[in-house]
């Protein structure tokens, strides 16, 4: 039966670890395992998949204050997992990773599986899942998969793939589709052509784990092995534990409102705001070190998934959200006065514009009742520090 449970300590709360970090783990609702991949829907819910207990649910959500999971039994063919994906259209799909599985289709009401009975090729052990430009579903599988809704069309190394270790997918600004393998480098496929890059070439590795476009069009890519490598169309640059990358480990990668890189590896998080890398790690209040799946949401703020539970960081105000106490703000939107309502103390409020700029800290000595009558029309985030040092931080529209 598909499990629920009601979270009512607080929107987007977190169990508490010894440094008074908080994230969400399993005691709150998360599935259990690895979360390999993380995607926010339509409607603002966040979803997660696991591709490592294979005797608990492998996909679950969370809406902000209601977690479920979805295992054998509650319509998922399997409990592991390692992509998932929401179509234009609303529904979602989700890649499994062991026993041949396939891949499962939800309306929302019903689900379906499609495996290799009904094209998919040899290897139903789908490891990445993809919707391009013209609607149809790409996914990495033993080869690279089209489908169109109605026939799964495969490629393998006659069509010119590199590999049939295939890995991560990513369609670019262009719209070529890039295939990462885990032996054999990349390959970029713009509708007819494959062309393949690999270590001659000038990539880091072979062994190809991430896949992203940055804001100036430059493409990268994480390995497993030796760090991670920039290609801007004709020139590799490439990024290592000697420039400053926390680890050579890296497996995931994407990108704040601000266009910082953010690189998951084995041993934390480096952001690189094009000079230098910044380490985030379990010291900074992340819940686990090793990353797995990076995901920016529609607030702009970073989710990580770990061996451990998920974090959420927030880019502008640079803190990871460790109040466990709710949160309300009100009215919001709001004019001239503002109402915080938290069990606790407030010791501290600021608010901050979407630049990060610092634009009003009170002194008022009731701080559940703010004058916000200085702030121009427009969305701030409000940053509130407890009595026990603990940080939380809500959005604000002024009108």
Known sequence: MKNILLIALLSFGFLSNAQNWTNFTSDDGLIDGIIYDMIQDNDGTIWFCDWTEETAPGIGNFDGSNWEQFGIGDGPIANTYRCILQDVNGVYWFGSFFADSGLDRFDGTTWENFDTADGLPFEGNVRDLIEVQDGTLWLTAGGLTNFDGTTFTNYDLSDGLPSLNTSKLFEDSEGNIWIGTTDAGVAMYDGSVFTNYDATDGLVANDIFGI?????????????????SRFDGSTWTSFTEADGLVSNFAWAIALDNEGRVYIGTNFGISRYDGTSFETFDETDGLVENHIRSILKDSDGNMWFGTWDGVSRFNPILGVFDTLKKRITLFPNPANTELNISMDGIISTVD??????SRVLS??????????????AQ??????????????????LIVK
């Open 362 to 375: 009170t002194s008022e000595e009731n701080k559940n009742q703010i004058n916000i009558a200085s702030l």
């Open 378 to 395: 427009g969305v701030y985030w409000v940053k509130i520090i407890d009595d026990q040092g603990a940080i939380g931080f809500e959005k």
């Open 212 to 228: 992203f476009e940055d804001l100036d069009n430059n493409m990268w890519f994480a390995t497993h092995s030796n760090g991670v």
């Open 351 to 356: 608010f901050y514009a979407m630049d990060g």
